[in-house]
């Protein structure tokens, strides 16, 4: 069984910084696309950031500049670094892998538990 598990979440001021991290464990052959989603209290879920397994990486508009994610294939873990936050950063924010669990096997989406993020003075 393949498990994600986010950590790093918490209470920052604005301005301020914190760095999520999103830890695969389980039987798994590899991670391919990896992803940040946040959902806020009365909004849909939607994709902040995301980085294949080659490192390639993509941004929704409104954290460019800000967030930065990473990921270390060695350790099955992806990171997501957010300087500069903002109120409106506000969410609960979940990881999203695509696990392939062998080499003949499409791979399938794997979701976290979530890790609150509070920005507030």
């Known amino acids: 069984q393949v498990q994600l598990v986010e950590s790093g979440g918490g209470l920052v001021q604005p301005g301020g910084s914190l760095r999520l991290s999103c830890a695969a464990s389980?039987?798994?052959?590899?991670?391919?696309?990896m992803g940040w989603y946040r959902q806020a209290p009365g909004k849909e879920r939607e994709l902040v950031a995301i980085?294949?397994?080659?490192?390639?990486?993509n941004y929704t508009d409104s954290v460019k500049g800000r967030f930065t994610i990473s990921r270390d294939n060695a350790k099955n873990t992806m990171y997501l670094q957010m300087n500069s936050l903002k109120p409106e950063d506000t969410a609960v924010y979940y990881c999203k892998a695509n696990v392939r669990i062998s080499v003949f096997i499409q791979g399938n989406d794997y979701w976290g538990q979530g890790t609150q993020v509070t920005v507030s003075s």
């Open positions: 389980g039987r798994f052959w590899r991670l391919d696309d």
């Open positions: 980085i294949t397994s080659g490192g390639s990486t």
